[in-house]
């Protein structure tokens, strides 16, 4: 499914990023993931497809879960050579016995194998990739989730290389041209020309979340515009009075009970993502008109969640991680550039942690601006800015 790819995504960045495990490993699973994505996912008119079936058609006619995706050693040495079939069995382990509900085919678990090299690893994958394409393919669930695209792009926007990027752009079209709309709106799903209905509030905030942190990694204005107006909607749409946010609109039709989401599920719960939102959006504009308003809403929304907090915390570490970002100080890298970004910028980007952004644009803004010099930055914590730098050197966290 697309939403679980989405939120391992990050883990395995930010693992990279702290260096946490095989930085082997972690680069690896993102370099695949992408393939996937790019290979299988995208649907041609901007968006990610949901899901892959688990079931296909075993060659009898009959429908089996798991036989596009399971081997057993006999269609691993019909697919390679001899030698190379006992290097993937080993390195895949396939056995006879197989490990996958006692049908004699083995799900694929790696192994270390030392006397095969990474080059050879990836020509045989290749080989094995290319030969399980002319199996009977799963169906594919071809409908865009704006939830699960939205947090798609909030991938992507902390990933490098030119794959990340044209999956993220394919991604932030179908985000722009359908799933969102200039007031604000965003609709649930769509599939082909067919437009789902009104979105929930999972939809909105993942929405917005995504649009921001690309429009702000790409320096794409329309993004950032569309986060803003999708945020304003969903904040006079979604929020109770009494503090935090109903998972619906009153304009959702007759329900027998207006819902919340905020305990975390197989995904984080959708008041969460809304902190989040309000804490980035604090984050990259601390003294915005709107700022009061936003943190208002924010911290409405965890107060009313005291005691359940308190209580049964495990079950909100998405918002207990999402508050702690609401109270922290940020760190904001603001660089106005010719056009040509100063090279240690990649550095600065790929080593930002938690409550710290690199915001790199053509664009000039109150008090930044490059003059005649090709770039300049400034180092600004909340609403306070230490003196302009244009030394690469200093370009550091």
Known sequence: MLYDNALLLPIHSRALRDGVGDKLVHQRVIQLTLEWLKREMLDPNGGVWSTLDADSDDGTGHKEEGVFYVWTPEQIESALRVQDGELACSRWTITKEGNFENSGSSVLALSDVEELSAEKEEKIRLTLLENRAERAR????????????????????????????????????????????????????????????PGFLDDYAWAALGLLNWGITTDNKTCIKRALSITKRLLKEFSDTEGGFWLSTSNHGELPIRQRCETDSAVPGSTSIVVRLISNLLGIWPAHEESDSWRTYAVDSISKLGDGLKQRGPAYWSLLNASQDLLRPWAVWHIHHDGTEPKELKKLRRTAGDCQIVISTQSSSEGKDRGDAPWMAWLCEGMTCKPPITKSSDLSW
Not at 153 to 172: K, P
Not at 173 to 179: H, T
Not at 187 to 197: A, C, F, P, Y
Request: glycine share 16%; no cysteine; hydrophobic share 35%.
């Open 138 to 197: 799963p169906g594919t669930d071809d409908k865009v989730l704006t939830t699960w695209n939205g947090m798609l792009l909030v991938a992507l926007s902390e990933l490098e290389g030119d794959l990340a990027s044209q999956i993220g752009e394919h991604t932030a079209q179908g985000l722009l041209e359908r799933s969102t709309n200039e007031d604000g709106s965003v609709l649930r799903t769509w599939r082909g020309e067919i437009d789902g209905g």
